[in-house]
């Protein structure tokens, strides 16, 4: 197996270690259909190092309890451990507290944490909220449900051929009626990275907060939400090598303070009468009801994996990846790309001339690979390109230049049964 | 290949895939409908010509693969000339057929379905049920005068494949 990757801008100096990486996901060891699993569908969701599984596992077999009330033994400990998890995150994204740092249940509920929260506070009739045209359902139907809330409307700024959303159009979109700003960071459908940075100056500028949707940025590329300067970033622990059922809102403190509770309950409140409700500190104002205590203990975990992998080697090693198949996916006859954009991650979107996507991946599940098919939650995105689905492959660290190459091959058998 | 996918993809499927009969628009239908799979993009317009009780003519459009596109081909070979409530009968024997277990699957197919149990193999995939059902739910709500869009995904029973109406 090769373990050799180029470096793409100096970073990454010592190659990832494939071999090692590999042996730390047991489930690659299954067979599919009787051969070896090729998981391909890292976008949807990754799989687990073992070091994310005996966490969860030990918290359930050593020291679990509910967190934040008891004052025995096991409830202390996981409390500490929980919280220690959060500080994890802090460190991760580069948020100046961790009051800053919100659990929620993914991304998914941060964007409508703050949709609901914020966005119902500040959005009024005649408002606007700009969105991109590559956006996931998750971070179109928050606001549009807002919108019609309000009577404000909802503006996008189109993506071109390439895959890529017009910078022109965001500016020109972007106005004094302008809100909130919803982006991407890394757009599941297609992969283009969007220049959130500059995006953010933007919107700033023309006076509005700017919410990211990192669900796609996070396992790929190191984050810091001080150096982006965003108001709120939105991202999952199951894409990012973590359990299902976790995620992270972080929110500026100073906007975080003055908004109202999202929902209401346990955790969040500070006193309660029939009368009167006092509501709890940051984060835990934002956070009603018992968590996935597990779940964030070993999404720490997995925060710790990365780290002591390094995000920078993960990108170089997922950019020779993305390089490689995108080489040998153009090669394929009758082969499509969907999304090319100059800066994209390790998502490949295409289409087979005269072949459906549904049946690309029922052929190729056969031969053990597991793609994505369908319009991934960016039904958008298949009208701007007038397809009603993609076959979606995407990469993630233990997976190989060899995984490509069956990949293809799978392809040429796709073709000559449907050709 | 393995014999699971090469039941699936069966030459007669792979055949009316590649040519589907009846495809194009009626234009002197007196029934038509929409479908739609919303899991997969796949979409359906089945037309129908009925005289008095019996479907004289029928022909659909759409886009979606191999399994749904042979699924609607087959269906208008299989339902032309036959009355409304042999071709609902049939709609009956090949949903069945589609949905059956792997107890089911041993016992021979219908001989009622003719040409249609080459769609046998479809219970082994699941995720697919919907794709051989579209059309025949659209062809259902067509002949119950039912212009709402049919959508696989809005369920009454647990199967979750039978269709519903989109609202």
Known sequence: ?419 | MSSSLRELYQEVILDHSKKPRNFGSLPEATRQADGYNPLCGDRATVFVRLDGDTVADVKFQGAGCSISTASASMMTESIKGRSRAEAEALFERFHKLVTRDSAAAEQAVDPALGKLAVFSGVWEFPVRVKCASLAWHTLKAALDGDDRPVSTEVSESSSGDAGGHAR
């Open chain 1, 1 to 419: 197996m090769s373990t050799r990757t180029e470096p793409v801008s100096g970073v990454a100096a010592v190659p990832l270690d494939l071999r090692s990486v590999r042996a730390d996901f047991p489930i690659l060891n299954r067979l599919v259909h009787d051969r070896p699993l090729v998981y391909l569908d890292n976008a949807a969701s990754s799989q687990k190092p073992q070091a994310v599984i005996d966490a969860e596992r030990a918290v359930y077999e050593s020291y679990y309890a509910n967190i934040h009330r008891g004052v025995h033994q096991l409830s202390m400990q996981s409390t500490d451990a929980y919280e220690a998890a959060r500080a994890k995150v802090k460190r991760f994204i580069g948020a100046a507290s961790t009051r800053e740092v919100i659990f929620t249940r993914g991304t998914t509920e941060g964007i409508n944490l703050v949709a609901s929260s914020y966005g119902r506070r500040h959005v009024a009739a005649g408002d606007e909220v700009l969105i991109t045209g590559l956006e996931h359902h998750s971070n179109i139907v928050p606001w549009q449900m807002l919108c019609d809330e309000k009577g404000a409307s909802l503006k996008v700024a189109p993506i071109g051929e390439d895959g890529a959303v017009s910078m022109d159009e965001f500016e020109r979109l972007l106005g004094p009626k302008t809100r909130i700003v919803a982006v991407s960071h890394v757009s599941n459908a297609l992969g283009s990275i969007n220049p959130v940075r500059r995006m953010t100056e933007l919107a700033h500028a023309a006076g509005a907060v700017v919410v990211i949707d990192g669900a796609q940025a996070v396992p790929h590329m190191k984050i810091d939400v001080a150096a982006l300067g965003c108001d709120f970033y939105a991202f999952s622990s199951h894409k990012l090598y973590g359990p299902t059922g976790v995620g992270v809102l972080y929110g500026r403190q100073a906007l975080l303070e003055e908004m109202p509770p999202y929902q209401g309950g346990g955790d969040m409140i500070l006193s309660v009468t029939f009368e009167k409700t006092t509501y709890n500190e940051l984060p835990y104002k934002f956070e009603a009801g018992t968590p996935n205590i597990a779940g964030g203990i070993a999404f720490g975990a997995a925060l710790d994996y990365v780290s002591g992998i390094g995000l920078e080697r993960i990108a170089a090693h997922e950019h020779d990846l993305l390089v490689y198949a995108t080489e040998r996916l153009s090669a394929v006859p009758g082969l499509r790309l969907v999304g090319t954009a100059s800066e994209k991650a390790a998502v490949l979107s295409f289409v087979l001339e005269g072949i459906h996507p549904h049946d690309i991946g029922t052929v190729l599940d056969y031969e053990g690979v597991a793609i994505r098919t369908g319009h991934h939650c960016a039904q958008p995105v298949m009208d701007r390109f007038c397809i009603p689905a993609t076959a979606r492959a995407s990469f993630a660290v233990y997976n190989t230049r060899e995984e490509v190459d069956v990949l293809v091959d799978g392809l040429a058998r796709v073709r000559e049964l449907f050709a």
